[in-house]
């Protein structure tokens, strides 16, 4: 009975029925797979989304330029950075605690230079040995053009802001240029350019390490205190704007005719 009803089913039947159903077990494990294999929203994207100090988009490193500089900064090397920061407070030292000058004390290096080398190269001829070997040392064109045009690409750009920030109607960049000069004139005020130029070199070798370390914390602190100084501008600016007069419809009707 049961061969007689499996050949009373047409072959070709059996063999649509049978192919619908691979079909469908197929397109289910493709579905399956397809959902598996769907790539999960990366911890990039999610990192993307938050917000960071100035707008960065790149690492530290990179903001920095990248190269021995930033590595520098940044205390890759520990040796090198403790090394240039023991130089320049050697040298703060020296013009500021024991009132050394400028061109004293460019003059007392080149003499004492002068001297060993001279003595060095006449008494090289007593002892029988080889005079020491002074390199050539000479600035190349293509590099003092470089710096030149460098320099002067900076200086028009200052320029072009300055102008932008008088002529222009964005009175939240100028607050802050009127605040950081301001900031500039009580420092300098406070203490000579020598001692402000190494508390820049110190505020440079401590807040990039820093801010690299704890970047999330202080993202995130920006960005409530950005929130903050937004609404608060929003008061100040409504309530400027509400007290100017303005003119009425029945003015500029009459000016147009």
Request: hydrophobic fraction near 45%; proline fraction near 4%; include cysteine.
């Amino acid at each position: 009975m049961a061969e007689h009803s499996e050949e009373s089913v047409p072959r070709g039947e059996k063999e649509s029925v049978t192919e619908k159903l691979a079909d469908q077990v197929h397109s289910h494990g493709s579905s399956s797979d397809s959902d598996s294999e769907r790539p999960e929203p990366s911890s990039f994207s999610v990192k993307s989304r938050i917000y960071r100090l100035f707008g960065r988009e790149k690492p530290v490193h990179q903001v920095l330029g990248g190269g021995k500089p930033a590595d520098v900064l940044l205390w890759r090397n520990k040796k090198v950075s403790a090394g240039v920061l023991g130089l320049v407070t050697a040298i703060w030292v020296l013009f500021e605690l024991f009132d050394y000058h400028l061109v004293t004390l460019v003059s007392y290096g080149l003499l004492f230079t002068l001297v060993i080398l001279f003595l060095w190269s006449n008494a090289t001829t007593f002892i029988n040995k080889s005079p020491p070997r002074i390199p050539e040392v000479s600035v190349p064109e293509d590099l003092a053009l470089d710096i030149a045009l460098s320099v002067r690409y900076e200086i028009n750009r200052g320029f072009a802001v300055l102008r932008d920030i008088v002529v222009g109607r964005d009175l939240k960049k100028f607050l802050a240029v009127v605040a950081g000069l301001w900031f500039l004139s009580f420092l300098g005020s406070s203490c000579d350019f020598l001692t402000l130029i190494y508390i820049a070199f110190i505020l440079l070798h401590s807040v990039p390490v820093l801010y690299e370390k704890y970047d999330d914390k202080v993202d995130s602190f920006a960005e409530k205190s950005l929130a903050e100084m937004k609404r608060h501008y929003n008061l100040v600016q409504a309530k400027v704007m509400a007290k100017v007069p303005r003119r009425s419809a029945s003015v500029k009707d009459k000016k147009h005719q």
